[in-house]
């Protein structure tokens, strides 16, 4: 069921006097790679390196003279306040776009710098929003919605005019971002309308699933919480005017990991020297998701690159587990023998095979536990290989390659088990990512409960991340709970985690 009315709103947006018709590029290492014909739409290569100048422009080009003399205002923590920012600017109109604090720096600066006033209010977008709502009323300014807005997803659906029109053979499937759903309405529209047998698939991450969770109940909801590594899709409620396109038009909604996007971060970097962000890669993502699944050969397959905004402090983040994600690399916890020539002989054991990661220190009893990362060609028929081998020859192992504890936590810690001490749980937590957070959170959780381990690593994210071991005597335990509950941070006990045992338990 196409919108008619909307199609021709596509076609009559008006978008190109602030885009440019990207190109669509034929990406012949990832093609051969996969065995399928693979091309990117290069929306990163907008003047604002994302695709949100086309329905911010739109939006704002229909506003009445009456609107504009009033102004306009946003709230987005990055692409889409950049995109009315510019929007603004090139129609000579006050721009007030409402920001998280936690807003990296550098877009703060990139909206400043095209003429809008930026606001910095809450931690989340959801706390931005609800002012940006309060500035709207007080001040009679004119809201320029992310994606819930008609104008705003025609502008958006030109991605779609242009695909088609630079590509006439036969398109097996276009993949799309998904975040509030504006992107994948407008574009779906118009694919669906002119092509109807090419499959609109988009593509979310497993920890914010919003258009998949919709779908799969036949109605909007609201997730409790969503991750927030593709910041460019933390959406934690669809659009209910996406919604109603997406449930009629869009084929399948896949989930990827942060692994995956951090995989694909890479072959796009590979293939086309651009650093796209991790929003911005989840259509390859799902593409190569798509094909592994599907065992498909011999299609042709459109990925469209929707942003590259990526902080340069999160580029160590996406390096770490790149490779996790294109499984190539194994990680495992290995017990050897205390004594003299074991670590020898184990070292000879691995033999020529390329170890990311070798963590080991003396404990001074009868077995030692090391951490070892592998290189391999592909982790799914290589992991068991290495394990029976392991464990054949004497030295028992344990696969960690997907516990979160090592990945974020525990390769980057050095040190040991304390015998004496007593009482000791494990959490992972997060908190907001802003100056003086990590004080504050000490502070709060180190006046009345004595921290035994602690291990923090900012990766340029929006959220800080710890992992902390804190001694809560047996009878405390109830008024620890109650403590979590009042601080109001994410967090997980950890436990019960067998890396925590093996190593620091």
Same mark, same amino acid.
């Given at each position: 069921?196409?919108?008619?009315?909307?199609?021709?709103?596509?076609?009559?947006?008006?978008?190109?006097?602030?885009?440019?018709?990207? +190109?669509?590029?034929?990406?012949? &290492?990832?093609?051969?790679?996969?065995?399928?014909?693979?091309?990117?739409?290069?929306?990163?290569?907008?003047?604002?390196?994302?695709?949100?100048?086309?329905?911010?422009?739109?939006?704002?080009?229909?506003?009445?003279?009456?609107?504009?003399?009033?102004?306009?205002?946003?709230?987005?923590?990055?692409?889409?306040?950049?995109?009315?920012?510019?929007?603004?600017?090139?129609?000579?109109?006050?721009?007030?776009?409402?920001?998280?604090? &936690?807003?990296?720096?550098?877009?703060?600066? +990139?909206?400043?710098?095209?003429?809008?006033?930026?606001?910095?209010?809450?931690? @989340?977008?959801?706390?931005?929003?609800?002012?940006?709502?309060?500035? @709207?009323?007080?001040?009679?300014?004119?809201?320029?919605?992310?994606?819930?807005?008609?104008?705003?997803?025609?502008?958006?659906?030109?991605?779609?005019?242009?695909?088609?029109?630079?590509?006439?053979?036969?398109?097996? +499937?276009?993949?799309?971002?998904?975040?509030?759903?504006?992107?994948?309405?407008?574009?779906?529209?118009?694919?669906?309308?002119?092509?109807?047998?090419?499959?609109?698939?988009?593509?979310?991450?497993? /920890?914010?699933?919003?258009?998949?969770?919709?779908?799969?109940?036949?109605?909007?909801?609201?997730?409790?919480?969503? =991750?927030?590594?593709?910041?460019?899709?933390?959406?934690?409620?669809?659009?209910?005017?996406?919604?109603?396109?997406?449930?009629?038009?869009?084929?399948?909604?896949?989930?990827?990991?942060?692994?995956?996007?951090?995989?694909?971060?890479?072959?796009?970097?590979?293939?086309?020297?651009?650093?796209?962000?991790?929003?911005?890669?989840?259509?390859?993502?799902?593409?190569?998701?798509?094909?592994?699944?599907?065992?498909?050969?011999?299609?042709?397959?459109?990925?469209?690159?929707?942003?590259?905004?990526?902080?340069?402090?999160?580029?160590?983040?996406?390096?770490?587990?790149?490779?996790?994600?294109?499984?190539?690399?194994?990680?495992?916890?290995?017990?050897?023998?205390?004594?003299?020539?074991?670590?020898?002989?184990?070292?000879?054991?691995?033999?020529?095979?390329?170890? &990311?990661?070798?963590?080991?220190?003396?404990?001074?009893?009868?077995?030692?536990?090391?951490?070892?990362?592998?290189?391999?060609? /592909?982790?799914?028929?290589?992991?068991?290989?290495?394990?029976?081998?392991?464990? &054949?020859?004497?030295?028992?192992?344990?696969?960690?390659?997907?516990?979160?504890?090592?990945?974020?936590?525990?390769?980057?810690?050095?040190?040991?088990?304390?015998?004496?001490?007593?009482?000791?749980?494990?959490?992972?937590?997060?908190?907001?990512?802003?100056?003086?957070?990590?004080?504050?959170?000490?502070?709060?959780?180190?006046?009345?409960?004595?921290?035994?381990?602690?291990?923090?690593?900012?990766?340029?994210?929006?959220?800080?991340?710890?992992?902390?071991?804190?001694?809560?005597? +047996?009878?405390?335990?109830?008024?620890?709970?109650?403590?979590?509950?009042?601080?109001?941070?994410?967090?997980?006990?950890?436990? =019960?985690?067998?890396?925590?045992?093996?190593?620091?338990?």
């Amino acid at each position: 069921m196409v919108n008619k009315e909307l199609v021709s709103k596509i076609e009559a947006a008006t978008v190109y006097d602030v885009a440019i018709k990207s +190109a669509l590029d034929f990406a012949p &290492t990832l093609s051969q790679r996969f065995s399928n014909r693979i091309y990117l739409k290069r929306e990163d290569q907008q003047c604002v390196y994302s695709f949100k100048l086309r329905g911010a422009y739109n939006k704002i080009a229909h506003l009445s003279e009456s609107e504009r003399n009033r102004g306009v205002v946003a709230a987005s923590a990055g692409n889409h306040a950049q995109g009315v920012a510019l929007a603004a600017r090139k129609l000579g109109i006050q721009a007030t776009i409402v920001m998280p604090c &936690t807003t990296p720096s550098i877009k703060v600066q +990139a909206v400043v710098s095209m003429g809008a006033n930026a606001i910095l209010h809450g931690d @989340t977008y959801d706390e931005a929003y609800a002012y940006s709502q309060v500035l @709207t009323e007080k001040r009679g300014l004119a809201y320029v919605h992310p994606y819930d807005d008609e104008d705003v997803i025609a502008g958006q659906g030109t991605v779609a005019l242009e695909i088609l029109d630079q590509l006439t053979d036969d398109i097996n +499937a276009i993949f799309v971002p998904i975040g509030g759903g504006g992107l994948i309405a407008g574009m779906a529209s118009y694919v669906k309308h002119y092509r109807p047998d090419v499959k609109m698939i988009g593509v979310e991450p497993q /920890d914010a699933p919003t258009m998949h969770s919709a779908l799969q109940v036949g109605k909007r909801v609201q997730l409790d919480d969503v =991750g927030i590594f593709a910041d460019g899709v933390a959406v934690r409620c669809i659009g209910e005017k996406t919604f109603n396109i997406a449930k009629h038009l869009v084929d399948e909604v896949l989930l990827v990991s942060t692994d995956e996007i951090c995989a694909a971060i890479k072959d796009l970097f590979d293939e086309t020297r651009a650093l796209l962000e991790p929003a911005g890669a989840l259509a390859l993502a799902g593409i190569k998701q798509y094909i592994t699944h599907e065992k498909l050969k011999g299609k042709l397959l459109v990925a469209v690159n929707s942003g590259a905004n990526i902080n340069f402090d999160r580029l160590r983040h996406v390096a770490e587990r790149a490779e996790l994600g294109e499984r190539r690399e194994c990680l495992f916890a290995v017990t050897i023998p205390e004594r003299p020539g074991s670590f020898l002989s184990f070292c000879r054991l691995l033999g020529a095979r390329g170890v &990311t990661e070798f963590n080991y220190r003396y404990s001074g009893t009868n077995e030692a536990q090391v951490f070892l990362g592998v290189n391999v060609e /592909d982790a799914d028929a290589e992991k068991n290989q290495i394990l029976k081998k392991l464990e &054949t020859s004497g030295y028992p192992a344990l696969d960690i390659s997907d516990n979160e504890v090592a990945i974020l936590h525990l390769r980057h810690m050095v040190g040991g088990r304390c015998p004496a001490l007593e009482d000791e749980i494990l959490f992972r937590f997060e908190f907001p990512e802003r100056p003086g957070a990590l004080l504050n959170f000490l502070e709060m959780i180190g006046q009345e409960w004595n921290i035994s381990l602690f291990h923090y690593r900012n990766h340029g994210a929006a959220y800080g991340r710890v992992l902390a071991g804190i001694q809560v005597p +047996a009878e405390n335990r109830q008024g620890f709970d109650r403590f979590l509950a009042e601080l109001g941070y994410r967090c997980w006990e950890e436990t =019960g985690n067998p890396v925590y045992k093996l190593f620091l338990g």
